[in-house]
């Protein structure tokens, strides 16, 4: 079963890359075979996206070999990588905002019939090329991003994460377009966290952990466990269980609730969402991405006004214009994105103590010393980890998110919500999180938490709230959370019926490839 | 059936084509209202007038197409002026006392050196990573002091078929020779590099500079690049304000904020990718036309700059708030 | 990422040179102390008679309206902004004081200009902070109209004459015991409460916040606007304290007076190491930056050099320590 050299499309060997002190990447290796979809795969933080940049050309690792039909060489640029036959497709597509898509063709020496034909091939049959860029919607560029990537028909083709957030029936005809490129004489790597996508497209995945190649596995039935066992490692085993229940008692239905939102939209995005918050409990929000979540978050956090619908806090209805209302009615936002959290050239004590002067009556003289044991108790609450704390852009990423958190932990938070608070940062500092979020609301706070990991909600919530279509779909109390269930609800499932059909008979998930006429109508 | 689709099908591709040139057509339309409205003011403003504001504006203008095409590709230059003052006084250097013939050496080699102090400009902001604005700043001390180098006070000369060439008119007197050069010069540069892939470049660095490095763009050799297509325009306008003068001029004019000014009212986004040299050359004129109707009108001149200031900050809020307004809709 | 991510010690030659890297990137100032006294060093080697009390009292003289100015750049660069308005705006100020002093008596002939300079820079900051205009265009055109309407009051004050008033040549030009100047009444409580309100205020933070990150002031709850309309109120009112000590310096009152100082006080805080894009430096790196500086053209005159080698050093080391500065603080 072993194959040589020559037999391989493209091989990369003992890639290594250090930022500093840091170790990005330090064994990685990647041998791809031609005609297979070959899935890369890793935890966040694994090196994935630094092995992704090294063969794509954008940047040059430390040592190792990279070998494309036998020929060896690396990228020192994008331009050279897709020159040599590997041709990258991202999440964000790379096509430039301000050029109509002729000239975004021309840009890549593109051609343009066999770009017809695979934009027809996926759906996109109507696609007028004088239109700008900047006006066609998200996932209408993706796939344009695709069909010039497979108008070259490079020798590898790379995906990184391009199905994410794409609508399920356009996800089915990509996956389907991807699939015929198996057993020819090209091949695709295909970076995806969906494992249902891998188990249906890939022949063979590789997995990193920690900057290293530590397995390449077959795809066949089962091969997913062994993926994630591989992806874990062995040192971390089932996560240790969360204490809940301290706040079951203010959790009483007549309890007036912290927050409530009644019927809220906004614009296309939510079209319809109620729920109550009270105070001592964790609501868990489920979604797949973009189904309206950021939106009801946005608007939740003060940064963006509803459309319709009503939203009171402690009862009474309330209206915010800017985050800072949302602030003074006790709603603090923890975002996903730290970049869109931390002043990252500033220190921890900073970062934490930014909210204290917001207000125009505290732009005074600060009061070190009030200052001083508010931020000191709150990095002891997190357990900050503070040797380099001068420029927060120093920390690692899990300490990071512990400051944003820290910020409104050390105000005292009346009800707080979280957006994926977890996000690629390591196990250990999830689990002070998940204590952290039962501690405020064993205190009285009330915590709302979106999460992508489904099985956080049973680790973390008291219950659920699935988010479908800008519409919530389900209400799953805790004990009956598990992974199958939310994922079934998130897709909007009943009864057995199989997954992707149903979500692509969702009306609004066919207008994602609509004519730019009716977007600029909007 | 087949027909009418086609048909409608390319009035909707002129709408589209109207739309996204929206700015620059208004731009143009304002100035022929403009010229209309000096007209009536000053009935005596004819032939000579155009004459006068075609060479009056030609420096401003070419500076203009200069920093529109480094701003587009998502730079700024402030060492414009700076630089124009430098080729003045080189070509006014040069052309001193020389026969006539010889001022077609001096022109090319003053064209050279334009590109070439604006691939240093370009190399250093592209090497040492600090932003554009600080490196073109500092270089707009290096330039100028060349220039007092070159020549401590104003002075050279410039060969007569030089000043014929931005003054007077072209076959009938309506139509001024400066005119005619600029749009020679912004067609022999500006046209072929817009539609070659250089000039796709440089829009897609200034749009989004990842996409454009992810899409094989070479980001840095493109900047540089535009710095030097600036380079070039900075040189054309030292040459015509030694043409137009006779002499040059050591000490930087106010071309390089008035560049930047009449770029963001022609249209070009400071954060680049958008707009083009067009509406930089419309906005030049229009400043020059209120700067003489004020004249006209015998207002205060002065008022002039402020009608210039108020225009430049009205237009742009007014501008940036319809940007919100449509990001919030 | 805990275990990938521990600092290995590593070779002392290594450990040393990123000592230097982080002190360069931290207290910036101190290399920068270091250069100003070479150059100093170097002027006592060429022109030994040079350093006198009297040269240090020149050089400060000359030094102290250029670090006012140099102040508004160093604030407004804090928020991600600049302010090109300063030049006008001092000018105005210089020319308006020397106009209405005659008539009006010398407090108000102060307070007028003062009060105009903030009304400038609270309309800058509303067109920065509210329309989102780009400081550098917002305050490109600021300068257009105050320049503009400074030159309408000239023409219409022409027959009146005026002269720059004997007490304010007396702070912009005197020297206490010849080593002294008076202007450093003015600028040392400007000075300190300058950096006090970097370092010690609300407001100060918010100054590195806004440009450090804006999105995470914002949902921090930073009404950035308001932070915006402040700052450059009192950039405006500091260039027009600016103006008066010019006006008293050169015993000058000229609607462009200022004109030629503006470029140089960008470069000030640049060389101070505050960044232009935002949330890094502070003021005394930029009175260090002035000083330097002021002693290049102090010691570039003393030797004979024309004005153009001057501003060739001043490109040449402005690029220089700009470069030095993005290489050691960059990420990674």
């Known amino acids: 079963m072993t194959l040589t050299t020559t037999d391989l499309l493209l091989e990369a060997t003992g890639i290594s890359k250090t930022y500093g002190a840091v170790v990005a990447l330090h064994a990685a290796s990647l041998a791809i075979r031609p005609g297979e979809v070959h899935a890369l795969m890793g935890a966040n933080g694994a090196g994935k996206s630094t092995f992704v940049k090294i063969l794509t050309g954008a940047i040059r690792p430390d040592t190792g070999t990279i070998t494309l039909r036998g020929r060896q060489r690396i990228a020192h640029s994008p331009g050279e990588a897709r020159h040599s036959g590997l041709v990258p497709v991202y ?6 905002p301000d050029l109509d898509i002729r000239a975004n063709l021309r840009l890549t020496e593109t051609p343009i019939e066999p770009f017809r034909h695979w934009a027809g091939e996926l759906g996109l049959d109507t696609l007028d090329l004088s239109s700008m860029a900047r006006q066609l919607p998200l996932a209408s560029l993706r796939i344009i991003d ?6 070259i028909d490079p020798d590898v083709l790379m995906l990184d994460e391009m199905t994410a957030a794409l609508p399920a029936n356009l996800t089915e005809r990509v996956l389907e377009v991807i699939g015929r490129r198996r057993g020819g004489s090209k091949s695709v790597i295909f970076i995806s966290h969906r494992m249902i996508e891998i188990a249906s497209i890939c022949d063979r995945a590789t997995v990193l952990r920690e900057g290293e190649t530590v397995g390449v596995v077959d795809v066949t039935a089962g091969a997913e466990d062994q993926i994630v066992q591989l992806m874990l490692g062995q040192a971390i085993s089932d996560m240790p269980a969360v204490g809940k229940g301290a706040g079951a008692g203010a959790r009483a239905s007549d309890v007036t609730p912290r927050l409530a939102a009644r019927s809220l939209s906004a614009r296309t995005k939510l079209h319809d969402v109620s729920f109550e918050l009270r105070p001592g409990e964790v609501l868990g929000v489920v979604a797949l991405e973009g189904q309206g979540q950021d939106e009801l978050f946005d608007i939740l956090a003060g940064s963006e006004r509803p459309g319709g619908g009503e939203l009171l806090v402690d009862g009474a209805a309330v209206s915010f214009r800017h985050p800072a209302d949302a602030i003074r009615a006790g709603l603090v936002y923890v975002p996903a994105d730290r970049a869109q959290a931390l002043l990252m050239q500033r220190s921890v004590r900073e970062n934490i103590a930014l909210p204290f002067t917001a207000r125009m009556r505290t732009w005074g003289l600060i009061r070190t010393r009030a200052e001083h044991v508010k931020v000191d108790a709150a990095i002891e609450t997190l357990q900050i980890d503070t040797r380099a704390q001068g420029e927060v852009r120093r920390l690692s990423g899990g300490n990071q998110q512990k400051v944003t958190i820290a910020r409104w932990v050390a105000g005292g938070v009346k009800t707080m919500l979280c957006f994926d608070p977890t996000r690629g940062i390591d196990i250990r500092t999830k689990h002070q999180i998940y204590l952290l979020v039962r501690d405020l609301a064993a205190a009285g706070a009330a915590v709302l938490l979106y999460t992508s990991e489904l099985k956080e909600v049973q680790l973390v919530c008291d219950r659920a709230i699935v988010i479908f279509g800008g519409r919530v779909v389900a209400e799953i109390a805790a004990a009956d959370a598990d992974e199958p269930t939310l994922l079934r609800a998130a897709y909007n499932l009943k009864g057995d019926a199989a997954i992707p059909q149903l979500a692509a008979a969702e009306p609004g998930s066919g207008s994602v490839v609509a004519p730019v006429a009716q977007q600029e109508a909007n | 059936m087949g027909a009418s689709t086609s048909r409608s099908g390319g009035g909707a591709a002129i709408l589209a084509a109207v739309r996204r040139n929206a700015w620059t057509i208004g731009l143009v339309v304002f100035m022929a209202l403009l010229l209309v409205f000096t007209k009536i003011i000053q009935p005596s403003y004819g032939a000579a007038g155009l004459q006068g504001l075609g060479s009056s504006v030609l420096p401003l203008a070419l500076a203009a197409v200069g920093q529109a095409i480094v701003v587009i590709s998502g730079g700024i230059d402030l060492s414009i002026g700076s630089m124009m003052a430098l080729t003045s006084v080189v070509s006014a250097t040069m052309m001193n006392e020389q026969p006539e013939e010889f001022a077609i050496v001096v022109v090319i080699c003053v064209l050279f050196l334009g590109l070439a102090i604006g691939a240093v400009n370009g190399t250093l902001a592209v090497v040492t990573r600090v932003p554009d604005i600080v490196v073109t700043l500092a270089m707009s001390f290096v330039w100028a002091g060349c220039a007092l180098l070159v020549l401590k006070t104003p002075g050279g000369g410039s060969a007569k078929w030089l000043l014929n060439l931005v003054t007077g008119s072209l076959g009938t007197e309506w139509i001024p020779r400066a005119a005619v050069l600029l749009i020679v ?26 996409a454009a490095f992810r899409s094989g763009v070479p980001v840095g050799r493109t900047r540089i690049a535009a710095y030097m297509a600036m380079g070039l325009f900075a040189a054309l306008g030292g040459l ?25 009212l022609g249209g070009v986004s400071l954060a680049g990718g958008r707009g083009g040299v067009f509406g930089a050359v419309a906005a030049v004129i229009i400043l020059q036309l209120i700067r003489s109707d004020i004249t006209f009108l015998n207002i205060n001149p002065n008022l002039a700059v402020v009608v210039q200031g108020v225009i430049l900050i009205g237009v742009v809020m007014i501008g940036s708030l319809v940007q919100i307004r449509r990001a919030r809709a | 990422m805990s275990g990938s991510a521990s600092v290995q010690p590593t070779r002392a030659s290594w450990a040393s040179a990123a000592a230097w890297r982080g002190m360069f990137r931290d207290r910036p100032i101190v290399p920068l102390v270091g250069l100003l006294a070479l150059m100093i060093v170097v002027i006592r080697i060429v022109q030994p008679d040079i350093i006198s009390p009297g040269w240090v009292g020149v050089t400060f003289r000359a030094a102290i309206p250029l670090a006012i100015l140099a102040a508004c750049q160093t604030l407004t660069f804090l928020t991600g902004g600049i302010d090109l308005s300063v030049g006008a705006v001092a000018s105005m100020s210089g020319f308006m004081v020397a106009t209405l002093v005659g008539h009006q008596g010398l407090a108000v002939a102060l307070l007028v200009p003062l009060l105009i300079a ?13 329309f989102r205009v780009h400081p550098l265009i917002m305050t490109l055109g600021m300068s257009l109209v105050v320049l503009g309407l400074a030159n309408v009051w000239q023409l219409i004050m022409v027959q009146t004459g005026g002269g720059v008033p004997p007490d304010l040549r007396t702070l912009g030009s005197a020297t206490l015991g010849g080593i002294l100047p008076y202007s450093l009444l003015v600028f040392v409580p400007l000075a300190a409460f300058i950096l006090f309100l970097l370092r010690g205020t609300g407001y100060g933070r918010l100054l590195y916040a806004i440009g450090d990150n804006p999105i995470a002031s914002r949902l921090s709850g930073v009404r950035s606007w308001q932070v915006l309309v402040v700052l450059y109120s009192l950039s405006a009112v500091l260039a027009a304290i600016a103006g008066f000590l010019y006006s ?42 002035v000083l330097i500086l002021t002693v290049l053209t102090s010691l570039l005159s003393s030797l004979g050099y024309p004005e153009a080698v001057r501003q060739i050093l001043f490109g040449a080391i402005i690029v220089a320590v700009a470069a030095a500065y993005t290489r050691v603080t960059a990420e990674s």
């Open chain 1, 91 to 96: 999440q964000e597509p790379s096509l430039i």
């Open chain 1, 146 to 151: 695709l069909a010039r990537a497979l108008a």
């Open chain 2, 185 to 210: 010069v912004v067609a022999i540069i500006w046209i072929p590099l817009r539609r070659s892939r250089l000039g796709l470049s440089i829009y897609a660095i200034g749009s989004n500079r990842l």
């Open chain 3, 248 to 289: 008293g310096l050169t015993n000058v009152a000229s609607v462009s007076l200022v004109d030629t100082a503006v470029l140089p006080s960008v470069a000030a805080a640049v060389i101070g190491g505050t960044s232009i894009m935002g949330g890094r430096g502070g003021f005394s790196g930029t009175i260090v930056g």
């Open chain 2, 240 to 264: 015509s304000l030694t043409a137009s003068t006779g002499i040059g001029t050591p000490v930087p004019g106010p071309y390089t904020l008035m560049s930047v000014a009449a770029v963001v």
């Open chain 3, 118 to 130: 903030a009304i400038a820079g609270a309309v800058t900051g509303f067109g920065v902070g509210v």
